[in-house]
């Protein structure tokens, strides 16, 4: 069932970062905190939640709320990449 951008559970589902949990340690990461993601771009925002993911890596819905920290090329194809973007992940305060 579709429920539209404007609904919470879309919004949640974007702003929520899927993280493993070896990294959420290293970070020292509690319930509830958020996380910092940056490029060279810029930086959001989100929540975390231990994700199925590989060790260094992070998994985040596509989703308005990431635009921020994809860069603007494009490479011919008019959509830019929202995959293999190396971010610093810091936890935020």
Same mark, same amino acid.
């Given at each position: 069932?579709?429920?539209?951008?404007?609904?919470?559970?879309?919004?949640?589902e974007?702003?929520?970062?899927?993280?493993n949990?070896?990294?959420? =340690?290293?970070?020292? $990461?509690?319930?509830?905190? !958020? %996380?910092?993601?940056?490029?060279?771009?810029?930086? /959001?925002?989100?929540?975390?939640?231990?994700?199925?993911v590989? =060790?260094?890596?992070? $998994?985040i819905?596509?989703g !308005? %709320?990431?635009?921020?920290?994809v860069?603007?090329? /494009?490479?011919a194809?008019?959509?830019?990449?929202?995959?293999g973007?190396?971010?610093?992940?810091?936890?935020?305060?």
């Open positions: 069932m579709h429920v539209g951008k404007d609904s919470p559970e879309y919004v949640e974007i702003s929520t970062l899927r993280m949990l070896k990294d959420i =340690e290293n970070l020292e $990461l509690q319930e509830g905190d !958020r %996380v910092r993601l940056a490029t060279p771009h810029g930086s /959001t925002v989100l929540k975390f939640k231990k994700g199925d590989p =060790e260094g890596m992070v $998994l819905a596509y !308005r %709320v990431i635009n921020p920290i860069g603007p090329d /494009t490479q194809t008019g959509m830019p990449d929202y995959k973007i190396e971010v610093e992940v810091e936890r935020y305060v």
